[in-house]
């Protein structure tokens, strides 16, 4: 099933021209990679999947994102769509505000008020992003106080407790030591279960270790889109090739 | 003359005028407890600070300043409920809801209101302020109310200006992460931008409490000053500041040194909220 069908997707920020014509299409529960040198529209095509390019003053789409065939800059409420597709920033940015508020800001936002149904989800979501075992006793703690990674994995299951069925990441493990970026791998292996995800990464392992498809970003276009096995061993491209041989820029 | 030596003598003046303020706040303190803590142990401290009645002219004359001290706090109390409210809704739209062309417009008003002389600010208070009062709740329309609410105008700039400023540093990230989540740009700030804000709103407040409480020419004004403890929101009082400016004139002995004294109180309650301010910094800072 496709969750996302990109078409001919072209951004401007005011004249300048950050993506020329994407057309890609993202598989429900996959994990789907973006590679490519610094610059090239990877963030650009991940923040105009749940609009927060929006937020960009002289900020311009053309062309269609459909989101389970339908069109996310049509009819489809923005804040019901930035529920269906979460988003997890690189630099850790939990609120500050307790371990449990963090939680249940998204829950709260959709109208959860109930004391016990925000408990319960408190407990799962902090589960299913396997770290309620560090966080069980400090609920009522400040989230600011957590390590990095800590707080990294904090966002994501806050981004999970709305329920989404997209996650959208942005280099989400770039701050982070190793130790913290592997359990973060795990999570994101495991979350595959059940959502469709997004990364963007600059590390190149990191895509081959977790993704199931790589698209290799440059200059705004996507240049070869592929199985990750695929594109890491064999790519058609001489450009992709350079790039993930480390022979470019 | 020498580099070295002339460096020394630049610095040395540096350090000379930097200290003058320093001088100033010493002398102050030396010349108000000099002057006021006799008086004080003279009528005795339960009495002058505890004390329901200000008579300064019987014989023997009674010195308690009770009526003041409630007065002062009473009004300023008066002007947070009016002040915190609209000061701090008026900082979030001016920080994250309002359009740059509105902004042009209210930023320099504001700043105008900071620089009105409270005189003026007493002037409106008695034009307008006091015969609207009177019209609505009766009485002479000198009172805590009038005051109260003329003070809340006059600390607004206080309190949107620190607000504001802390609204901003705010980390565009939160809101983000809350737009993120689904959140509305309102819901987005109200939630998680506004109490990132809060420390430095709440010092916003603490200034704005200094403020209110040091002021005298615009609540002598409007305050009805009459020296007995107030009995409702609608009937006049006089604060610390009214009392010392109201009797300074004439008074002597000790009458004049029971209103350094009344002095003393006041420069206490600022320091004491000066205090809270550092602290309250200190805390925003971590
Ligand atoms: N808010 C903005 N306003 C104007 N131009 C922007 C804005 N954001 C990004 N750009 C430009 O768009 C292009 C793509 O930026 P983008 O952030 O998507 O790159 P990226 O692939 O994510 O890079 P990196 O790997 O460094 O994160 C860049 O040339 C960048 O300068
Ligand atoms: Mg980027």
């Not at chain 1, 920033?89 to 800001?105: E, G, H, L, W």
């Not at chain 2, 003329?150 to 206080?158: D, K, N, R, V, Y």
């Not at chain 2, 993120?180 to 740009?185: E, N, P, V």
């Amino acid at each position: 099933m496709i969750k996302f069908d990109i078409q001919n997707l072209k951004l401007y920020y005011g004249d300048y021209q950050a993506l020329k014509g994407i057309d890609l299409a993202i598989e429900e529960r996959e994990i789907t990679a973006f590679i490519g040198p610094s610059g090239c529209g990877k963030s650009t095509l991940l923040k105009s999947l749940n609009r927060m390019n929006d937020l960009v003053e002289g900020c311009r789409v053309v062309g269609k994102v459909l989101l389970d065939g339908e069109d996310i800059y049509g009819a489809l409420d923005v804040t019901e769509l930035r529920r269906r597709v979460g988003m997890v920033f690189q630099k850790p940015n939990p609120f500050p505000m307790s371990v449990y508020d963090n939680i249940a800001f998204g829950p709260r936002t959709h109208g959860i008020t109930q004391k016990h149904k925000l408990d319960e989800i408190v407990e799962t979501t902090l589960k299913n992003a396997a770290i309620w075992d560090e966080l069980k006793d400090r609920l009522k703690k400040s989230a600011i106080a957590l390590s990095g990674g800590q707080q990294q994995r904090l966002c994501i299951a806050r981004a999970l407790a709305v329920q989404p069925e997209v996650l959208l990441m942005d280099e989400p493990t770039s701050a982070l030591d190793p130790i913290s970026t592997g359990k973060i791998e795990e999570l994101i292996l495991d979350l595959k279960r059940r959502y469709s995800i997004v990364i963007v990464t600059h590390n190149m392992q990191q895509a081959t270790r977790i993704s199931d498809k790589t698209a290799f970003f440059l200059l705004g276009e996507v240049v070869e889109f592929d199985e990750t096995e695929n594109l890491f061993s064999a790519p058609r491209d001489k450009r992709t090739e350079d790039y993930i041989t480390g022979r470019f820029g | 003359m020498k580099t070295a030596t002339r460096e020394k003598l630049v610095s040395a003046v540096f350090l000379a005028v930097a200290l003058t303020s320093v001088a100033a706040v010493a002398l102050i303190c030396v010349f108000l407890f000099a002057s006021g803590i006799p008086a004080v142990g003279e009528i005795g401290v339960f009495r002058f600070l505890l004390g329901r009645e200000w008579s300064p002219t019987d014989v023997p004359p009674v010195f308690g300043i009770l009526p003041m001290i409630l007065g002062s706090l009473y009004v300023t109390a008066g002007a947070i409920l009016f002040g915190v409210p609209v000061g701090v809704l008026t900082s979030v739209f001016m920080a994250r809801m309002c359009r740059p062309r509105l902004y042009r417009v209210i930023k320099p008003a504001l700043d105008l209101l900071a620089g009105i002389p409270s005189i003026v600010y007493g002037f409106f208070g008695l034009m307008v302020l006091v015969p609207l009062t009177r019209e609505i709740f009766g009485g002479t329309g000198k009172s805590i109310f009038t005051a109260s609410l003329l003070l809340g105008i006059m600390i607004l700039p206080t309190i949107i200006g620190v607000s504001e400023s802390a609204l901003r540093s705010v980390p565009q990230s939160y809101y983000e992460g809350a737009l993120a989540l689904g959140a509305s740009h309102t819901r987005a700030v109200y939630f998680t931008v506004l109490p990132a804000a809060k420390s430095g709103i709440f010092a916003g407040v603490i200034l704005g409490i200094g403020r209110a409480i040091g002021e005298t020419m615009a609540v002598i004004m409007v305050a009805g000053n009459q020296a007995r403890a107030p009995t409702g929101v609608f009937k006049g009082v006089r604060t610390l500041t009214a009392n010392i400016v109201m009797e300074m004139g004439y008074s002597e002995g000790l009458h004049r040194e029971a209103l350094i004294a009344t002095g003393v109180v006041l420069f206490v309650f600022i320091l004491i909220i000066n205090v809270s301010f550092s602290l309250v910094k200190r805390r925003s800072k971590q």
